[in-house]
């Protein structure tokens, strides 16, 4: 089946410095990839929509210059948390998903931690 | 506009029970309907999905659910609960040219021995 691999699944960091998250659909090509933020014991808030060479679109109330995406192949769109603050802390689940109508494909989650 | 409504958030069944989670949905177009599980620290695995084919929809690890139109539902259901069941269930709905998913709140399952 289609395997999202997100990487890294934790990271603990200072307060100001910028963390990269990687998602990479490993056995498809992505067309179409999702970034999600879960808040504790809370369903999952779609942050942005990205698409193979094109710029992301982000929901409203997401900072674009804060959570910046790139879509730059079909098989990896990174997301970067900017100058991160211990408010950015979350689970940050991305999805992956091929041609049209067919489903998304989560990797496992990345737990940010902001000290 | 599209939303999501899972009663309860919280179930809790007996090891070989039956579980039943329940979704209703509303959608100003025909709906795409999901279930995935999610497991502790972990994204989301999909359990099945309804796209406007058969209106029971088997999935896997026993589940399926049942897309009714005139309820605007779609419950998820297994005959007999497994201790590995017990995880965080989250019902979706999009439709035919939008992408996105939107979620309900979740329902974690509890499984009691």
């Known amino acids: 089946g289609a395997v999202v691999s997100q990487h890294p699944s934790r990271v603990i960091c200072k307060s100001g410095t910028s963390v990269k998250i990687e998602c990479r659909s490993l056995?498809?090509?992505?067309?179409?990839m999702f970034w999600y933020r879960q808040f504790p014991k809370k369903s999952l808030m779609l942050m942005a929509t990205?698409?193979?060479?094109?710029?992301?679109?982000?929901e409203q109330g997401v900072e674009k210059d804060k959570f910046l995406i790139n879509h730059a192949s079909l098989t990896l769109s990174t997301l970067t948390v900017t100058s991160a603050h211990p408010e950015d802390s979350s689970f940050y689940i991305c999805?992956?998903?091929?041609?049209?109508?067919?489903?998304?494909?989560f990797g496992d989650g990345t737990r940010l931690s902001i000290l | 506009a599209q939303s999501v409504t899972q009663l309860g958030s919280h179930v809790s069944v007996s090891e070989g029970a039956l579980v039943l989670l329940r979704c209703n949905y509303s959608?100003?177009?025909?709906?795409?309907l999901f279930w995935y599980v999610q497991y502790p620290n972990q994204g989301l695995q999909l359990l099945l999905k309804?796209?406007?084919?058969?209106?029971l929809v088997k999935g896997i690890n026993g589940f399926e659910a049942e897309f009714k139109k005139s309820e605007t539902s779609f419950h998820l259901t297994k005959p007999s609960a497994h201790m590995s069941d017990a995880a965080e269930y989250f019902c979706?709905?999009?439709?035919?040219?939008?992408?996105?998913?939107?979620f309900g709140t979740g329902t974690r399952l509890t499984i009691i021995p």
């Open positions: 979706a709905v999009s439709n035919f040219g939008n992408e996105k998913l939107t």
């Open positions: 056995d498809f090509q992505a067309t179409t």
């Open positions: 999805s992956a998903k091929g041609a049209a109508n067919q489903p998304q494909h």
């Open positions: 990205s698409n193979e060479g094109s710029k992301a679109t982000y």
């Open positions: 959608s100003s177009v025909p709906p795409y």
């Open positions: 309804y796209t406007s084919a058969a209106t």
